[in-house]
């Protein structure tokens, strides 16, 4: 058995972390053993423009799909970054008469919910022993939900090891998918995700949380 999961958001970042994590809180929150099926809604669609434009348009056409067809996912998944307001408003009108839908936010991007995770940011990184001080990743007391670039975190934190022939840039969908591969598909550190992301991954952990204990449930009737 397996459990497919519609998948909206921004961009190829996303689509290179959100699976893996989904696959861990899974297991990790909900003891869910079948393996997770992560599906991009917006190429069942056809849409090809990515951004808050493309979430939007996504869900639109899944909304009115709905109504007339079956995709047999358990639930979707829609993730936007803090700064779409006036596309968080849209989307939780055409959600509000269906279920099995959870609009994550993540605050400012996702990449402060790989921030989070500390020690597998820098293991990645190579840089646990020998992070500078001057970085913005070094500062005193920092929390990656309060970062307003975590972007230019990562970039800098690629720049300053000796692991990458690269660096992150606006964001490297290979090194994204490198760390969510190597670190997080074993190892993600959930509750440090908790603790430093407060306002954006908790909720959305909780919800996720929730819709793999009710496909769990589901998935047993059938036996």
């Not at 970085?135 to 990562?154: F, H, I, V």
């Not at 190892?187 to 929730?210: H, I, K, M, N, W």
Request: hydrophobic share 40%; aromatic share 10%; glycine share 6%.
């Amino acid at each position: 058995m397996s459990t497919k999961v519609g998948i909206i958001a921004e961009g190829p970042i996303d689509h290179a972390l959100l699976p893996v994590l989904l696959e861990r809180i899974a297991w990790d929150r909900a003891n869910y053993g079948w393996p997770v099926a992560p599906d991009d809604v917006a190429e069942v669609f056809q849409i090809r423009k990515r951004g808050h434009g493309g979430v939007l348009e996504a869900v639109r056409n899944l909304v009115s799909a709905l109504s007339t067809q079956v995709y047999g996912h358990a639930f979707y998944v829609i993730l936007l970054d803090r700064r779409t307001q006036a596309v968080q408003r849209e989307v939780r009108k055409l959600l509000s008469k269906h279920d099995r839908f959870i609009l994550g936010i993540a605050i400012e991007e996702i990449e402060a919910w790989w921030l989070a995770d500390r020690a597998n940011t820098l293991a990645w990184a190579g840089l646990k022993q020998s992070l500078p001080k001057g970085c913005r990743y070094a500062a005193p007391g920092y929390s990656s939900e309060k970062d307003d670039q975590p972007k230019q975190t990562l970039h800098e934190l690629t720049r300053h090891s000796d692991r990458f022939d690269r660096t992150y840039g606006e964001g490297n969908v290979d090194m994204a998918r490198e760390f969510a591969e190597e670190y997080w598909r074993q190892s993600a550190r959930l509750d440090d995700l908790r603790v430093q992301c407060p306002r954006g991954y908790q909720p959305f952990e909780q919800a996720v949380t929730a819709e793999f204990r009710s496909a769990a449930r589901r998935q047993r009737r059938l036996f």
